[in-house]
């Protein structure tokens, strides 16, 4: 593993030192104007000298273009540099670095894509054989299945402490904290190729309490107060407990790892700055936090099944492109992530969300419920989930949201009430639309109230128009009706409501409603020790993050690992 470890550790160290010029779009990687997947495989390159120099070259990715620039000495590739380019921030920020490496040892862009991040790589391998074709070298027509040829060799089973499955938010805490506790031997896999899961997206960190931007702000929020507020979540007495204590130090913890949240945004949101998303800011952290600490952290490892012996969770089985093999360990903590991306187990355990899309990571597709099935572990709520209202449409960030925007069909035509409708009622609404398509219409004021609608706008991922009708022709959407429907808005204005503004400029994109993510899951107590059905405790399994029953989402997936890793500490030590 001595080579993965270096490829591995330049991931950390890229995520903190590319530049900023990409969006911070929350969104997995999708199909945008791309060369689909039947494509042939790029060929062998053909033999030649390249000059030497600096060449650049352009690649189409998700958000588009994408520059890189390719430096050639004495016949090699020395150097690969990312340019302009509108690939989403904390994707491309962690894909990059994996992707410079492959290219640069292979000598070619004939590697392996970086998983969760196709369409980045599809647009730097890309740009890469572009550049290359300027000093003469053909590496073939580069396509969505360029993959190297090379098959690695099947991994050899192995032995550890502790094993973390999943290197979401709650996985790379659970790591850290056993480290921090004295478990010398720990390993994480994560199935995809790039760390975080959908933590990294996220713009807002709430729930959290006792925090520094609190005090600052004059904001006083007491463990008893987060359990009065909680206590009908649906949580165990111990449990609430547990997690209010967490949230209660979390701050600290966070701030003893340089992983500052220094704005408050009320009540117990957090951001990282006033301008700055707290999601990509805290993994980042996380992620270098891991690899300092000596996690041997494993991408592109697939955790698929428990070894269990006598009831006893005694490893784990690994699928990866060379083959599989079993982890065997002390303990095991599971932090897979929900099933959003599962539309076969949502029809099952939510029915009737399964038409919806998700803005959730693309890993979340609850690999391991058949295998708590099977053992005969608790599953609760496994039909409740949190829904967004609006993703942008394909991009799939989440909106501003805000007050006073209007949603509108290809007619330009009102078809809710904005205020009250949301979730699964108003996901079907849009779809029974005209092409299933709803628009998202935004004038100055909400643009100026709101960070997201501002950030995005400057991004490109808006429509804007000084006029109405600017605006309905920019979007396809019939003007007269949408004057006509702003018209009766404002006319009619519910109470408590603002008037849309009557002068631009105006601001708008097509939105769908999205499974953010899904509550239910393996049952967990406050220590987060995985129970059975009966409620007794598998011994060796613990569970943190979206694959449990979490009535909180971000804060506390990092605050159920932080616990998992103490809890596996206390027991094995």
């Not at 040892?105 to 970086?114: F, N, T």
């Amino acid at each position: 593993m001595k080579k993965s470890k270096r490829v591995l550790s330049l991931v950390a160290a890229g995520a903190l030192l590319l530049t900023a010029a990409c969006s911070n779009a929350p969104s997995a990687e999708s199909p945008s104007g791309t060369p689909s997947a039947s494509q042939p495989q790029a060929s062998e390159p053909a033999q030649t000298t390249a000059a030497n120099g600096v060449y650049e070259g352009k690649g189409t990715g998700y958000g588009g273009e994408v520059s890189v620039l390719v430096t050639v000495e004495d016949g090699q590739m020395t150097d690969l540099r990312l340019l302009d380019n509108h690939e989403t921030a904390p994707v491309v920020n962690r894909a990059f670095p994996i992707l410079k490496e492959r290219i640069l040892e292979a000598q070619s862009p004939v590697v392996d894509s970086v998983s969760s991040a196709t369409f980045t790589s599809f647009a730097v391998k890309a740009a890469v054989a572009d550049a290359a074709s300027q000093y003469g070298q053909d590496f073939g027509e580069i396509t969505m299945t360029t993959a190297s040829a090379e098959t690695p060799a099947a991994p050899e089973d192995t032995s550890t402490q502790l094993v973390v499955v999943g290197g979401g938010p709650a996985g790379l805490a659970a790591a850290i904290s056993a480290k921090q506790s004295g478990v010398e031997n720990v390993i994480l896999i994560e199935k995809l190729g790039i760390l975080s899961g959908n933590g990294k997206f996220d713009m807002n960190f709430f729930d959290l309490i006792n925090s520094k931007a609190q005090h600052k702000a004059g904001i006083e929020y007491t463990i008893e107060q987060f359990i009065e507020e909680k206590k009908d979540a649906g949580n165990t007495p111990e449990r609430l407990q547990a997690w209010a204590e967490g949230e209660w130090t979390l701050d600290a913890w966070l701030r003893d790892m340089d992983i500052l949240l220094n704005q408050s945004n009320g009540g117990t949101n957090h951001m990282a700055e006033s301008d700055v998303y707290a999601g990509d800011h805290i993994q980042t952290g996380l992620e270098k936090e891991a690899y300092e600490l000596g996690v041997d952290i494993r991408l592109d490892n697939k955790g698929t099944d428990l070894i269990m012996e006598d009831g006893v969770c005694k490893g784990v089985v690994v699928e990866t492109k060379g083959g599989t093999y079993n982890i065997t360990a002390d303990a095991v903590v599971v932090a897979t992530g929900g099933f959003c991306n599962n539309k076969e187990l949502l029809a099952k355990y939510a029915p009737g969300y399964e038409v919806l899309e998700t803005s959730n990571s693309m890993g979340t597709t609850g690999d391991f419920i058949p295998v708590f099935e099977k053992n005969g572990f608790g599953l609760e709520n496994m039909g409740k989930m949190s829904v967004f209202s609006y993703i942008l449409n394909p991009r799939r960030d989440l909106t501003g949201g805000g007050s006073g925007f209007l949603l509108v069909n290809k007619d330009g035509a009102r078809f809710v009430d904005e205020a009250s409708t949301s979730g699964l009622t108003l996901g079907t609404a849009i779809l029974a639309q005209p092409d299933g398509a709803a628009f998202y219409l935004a004038d100055r004021t909400l643009y100026e109230d709101n960070y997201r609608t501002r950030k995005h706008v400057a991004a490109g991922y808006y429509q804007q128009g000084e006029t109405l009708d600017e605006l309905a022709e920019k979007l396809g959407i019939d003007a007269e009706g949408l004057k006509a429907s702003v018209a009766d808005y404002n006319a009619n204005l519910p109470e408590g409501a603002r008037p849309f503004d009557a002068e631009g400029p105006y601001y708008g994109a097509k939105v769908q409603t999205a499974n953010h993510m899904t509550k239910g899951g393996v049952t967990a107590d406050e220590r987060a020790q995985v129970l059975y059905e009966d409620g007794t405790v598998v011994p060796g399994l613990y569970a943190a993050g979206e694959v449990t029953w979490i009535s909180g989402a971000y804060s506390a997936a990092v605050t159920f690992g932080r616990i998992a890793g103490a809890s596996v500490a206390e027991d094995i030590l």
